[in-house]
């Protein structure tokens, strides 16, 4: 049967009119072929171990990608000792405990200066009131607590980061020191830290 061609549709959205006319040759075949290339895009690429055509396939090309990414966190450089833990090179334990003991912290005046404990607690045991991260200590040492006797940063001289990281290793080096004549562990507030 013959079909009419130019035959207005009946709709009408906002004065456009459409034919219903068939689609022409080249553009069906255009449309075909893209239908056969997904499909086959999607075999090769996506099914396929090793691709017929193209490169490695997905699998490989994550796994290098993954080697590649390995090779970036390896080289990236480090970040410092602060939020790794505590430092333990000599100098900076030496500076630590420069600081602990300089006139103008007061850590030893409170502390003792073999960290066995007068005013302050003893901060050579297991038993800490803050925790015993250097975190932990850093914060310690830079809020204080006042109202239990330590001023922020025992004497409200301010110190950077640099010196609270060497105070807070250098008390942190200390631990297991065993001084003698401890003040013994608060039993209300102490909780054992290891
Ligand atoms: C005036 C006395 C005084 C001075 C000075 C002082 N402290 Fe303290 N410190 C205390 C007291 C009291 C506490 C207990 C506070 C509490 O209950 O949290 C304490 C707590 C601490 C803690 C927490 C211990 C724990 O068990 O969690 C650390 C760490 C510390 N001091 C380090 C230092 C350092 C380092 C300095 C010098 C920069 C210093 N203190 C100076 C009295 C002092």
Request: proline share 7%; with cysteine; hydrophobic share 40%.
């Amino acid at each position: 049967m013959e079909r009419k061609t130019d035959e207005l549709l009946e709709h009408d959205a906002d004065g456009i009119r459409e034919f219903d006319n068939q689609l022409p040759r080249w553009w069906l075949y255009g449309f075909y072929f893209t239908m056969l290339f997904a499909a086959a895009y999607l075999v090769n690429y996506h099914l396929l171990a090793t691709p017929l055509v193209g490169q490695a396939g997905m699998v490989a090309e994550y796994e290098a990608e993954v080697q590649a990414a390995a090779h970036l966190v390896a080289a990236r450089p480090k970040p410092p000792a602060a939020s790794l833990g505590a430092a333990t090179d000599a100098d900076t334990l030496k500076k630590g405990e420069a600081l602990f003991n300089s006139a103008t912290s007061l850590c030893a005046s409170c502390h003792r200066a073999d960290l066995g404990g007068l005013v302050g607690p003893n901060l050579t045991d297991d038993q800490w009131l803050n925790g015993c991260s250097v975190t932990d200590v850093v914060t310690s040492i830079r809020t204080g607590n006042p109202t239990r006797g330590m001023l922020p940063f025992g004497s409200n001289t301010r110190l950077g980061d640099e010196q609270l990281l060497q105070l807070a290793s250098y008390v942190l080096s200390r631990r297991g020191s065993a001084p003698p004549n401890p003040k013994p562990p608060d039993p209300e507030r102490d909780k054992a830290c290891n």
